[in-house]
């Protein structure tokens, strides 16, 4: 019986039941039951065969020299004995028990599989959405920064440190799961001030944070394809370009919060335009903050104007 619970644990259920060849399954389930009976009545006739079984209908008769001869009933009737249907009960309980196992690991393993499967691709997903935010920011702040040189500004050093400094940031920070909040707002302040050399009236760009933002970690590059959305937008050559960001942390619920105008002629296509960041950042959403977040992107009165919570509680 231990034989046949480990030959059918390890061979027997997980080549034949788990395949769905039913056929084969109970074939050699019938092969294994007759071996398993004729070695039983194999060691039953070697114990018993010598021994006696007494008659119960009448006196031994004289044989030989006047002994008595015992009256041997013969092999016993295996089919119809209560040892025969203890070999069957035995029997199926050990291949339930054995094939239940089988198929309870089987499930677990593919379980596992499959959750292995789930989280590579999950992992491929995002880093193909960081690789794709990384081209259309460098794109973006170099033309910030040709523009500067055009200028012959003697700033131009020290921004070119500043998008080293950035650059730093995507290449050895923006490919872990994790990042202290703190850093996150730094490379956003960074880029906030790229941008701002540009415009006619600095001071009009707005960027506020409140709340501990040193004990937090947070998913790398979440707010810079709306940040870049508002520049991209928000700005105009002759006019003041008034644009806000806000970020709040409060009870580890994150708030970010950014407005700016939409002039003529300068209206976002979320889904292509803008498509590269915002459709992006909404997969990783869903992806790292799964019933965590709430975002909603409002357009009406010639804004942009967007609301994301984030619930950073673990």
Do not use: C
């Not at 020299?65 to 050990?94: D, K, Q, T, W």
């Not at 196992?101 to 880093?127: D, G, S, V």
């Amino acid at each position: 019986m231990i034989g046949l619970f480990y030959f059918n644990l390890h061979w027997l259920t997980p080549n034949t039941l788990q395949k769905g060849t039913w056929g084969t399954f109970i074939g050699l389930l019938l092969g294994a039951f007759l071996i398993t009976f004729v070695i039983d009545k194999v060691i039953f006739d070697l114990t018993f065969d010598d021994m006696p079984r007494p008659r119960h209908d009448g006196p031994p008769t004289l044989h030989g020299e006047g002994r008595p001869r015992p009256f041997y009933a013969g092999p016993p009737m295996m089919l119809n004995s209560p040892h025969f249907l203890g070999i069957s009960v035995s029997f199926i309980l050990v291949v339930a028990l054995s094939s239940v196992i089988a198929l309870w690991r089987e499930r677990t393993e593919n379980k596992a599989i499959q959750q292995q499967i789930i989280y590579e691709k999950i992992a491929a997903e995002l880093a193909v959405l960081k690789l794709q935010v990384s081209p259309h920011f460098l794109f973006n702040t170099l033309n910030n920064i040709r523009w500067l040189a055009r200028q012959k500004s003697e700033q131009t050093e020290g921004y070119i440190l500043k998008l080293s400094d950035l650059l730093r940031y995507m290449i050895y920070h923006a490919n872990h799961d994790k990042v202290a909040f703190s850093q996150e707002i730094k490379y956003l302040n960074d880029y906030i001030d790229l941008q701002r050399m540009r415009l006619i009236d600095p001071s009009k760009v707005i960027f506020e944070v409140e709340g501990d933002t040193e004990t937090l970690m947070i998913e790398p590059m979440l707010f810079i394809p709306f940040v870049e959305n508002a520049f991209k937008y928000g700005v105009h050559s002759q006019q003041d370009t008034p644009i806000e960001f806000r970020l709040s942390i409060k009870d580890k619920v994150l708030h970010f919060y950014s407005k700016n105008d939409i002039f003529t002629g300068n209206s976002p296509l979320l889904e292509e335009e803008s498509g590269i960041g915002i459709p992006n950042v909404k997969k990783r959403l869903a992806l790292h903050y799964p019933d965590k977040h709430q975002l909603s992107i409002n357009t009406e009165w010639g804004q942009f104007e967007v609301n994301l919570l984030i619930n950073l509680s673990a």
